[in-house]
């Protein structure tokens, strides 16, 4: 149980250390991401703050939910999916595709996938969620990324 209340800390700081990198850096992910996607060029990077904030709500309340009570594991093991599949998703596929760096992805592949695959083995081997359940959230945890795929690809088409 130990490991999971160390994991319900380090998902949320990894998410701060991931934004430090994301919006810190020269360049940083905005610019970035618009060379990735170019019809989403309008977006501010006020959308980008609103976004992060939200997103770091969700991680944070999750895991504390997962270090404060017994045996509520299942959010954090998402949230952990999630930031796993945006470093999948965004950040690596990113920057295959746009053959440059994308801020975040250190982070993203140094502490989200294992983290992700750390939570995954935990709450496996322990028996802390059941198997069904934690295919399920296996299955979850990506939905938002390949929303936002599919989004911005309605978009692209719309634009040419």
Not at 35 to 55: D, G, H, T
Not at 79 to 90: C, E, R, V
Not at 149 to 159: I, Q
Request: hydrophobic share 45%; glycine share 6%.
């Amino acid at each position: 149980m130990e490991n999971m209340k160390i994991l319900a800390i380090m998902v949320p700081f990894s998410y701060l250390l991931h934004c430090i990198e994301e919006f810190a850096l020269p360049g940083g992910f905005m610019t970035w991401y618009h060379n990735l996607r170019p019809s989403l060029s309008r977006q501010k990077r006020s959308y980008y703050w609103r976004v992060n904030i939200i997103a770091f709500t969700i991680v944070a309340i999750t895991g504390g939910f997962a270090f404060f009570t017994e045996g509520n594991n299942s959010g954090l093991v998402i949230s952990a999916g999630f930031l796993a599949s945006n470093a999948i998703f965004t950040h690596i596929i990113g920057a295959i595709k746009t053959r440059t760096y994308s801020p975040g992805m250190i982070t993203g592949i140094v502490l989200y996938l294992p983290i992700c695959f750390m939570c995954y083995f935990t709450t496996y081997s322990l028996h802390l969620i059941s198997v069904g359940n934690l295919c399920l959230y296996i299955c979850i945890a990506p939905l938002y990324e390949l929303w936002n795929w599919h989004k911005y690809e309605k978009l692209a088409k719309k634009s040419c």
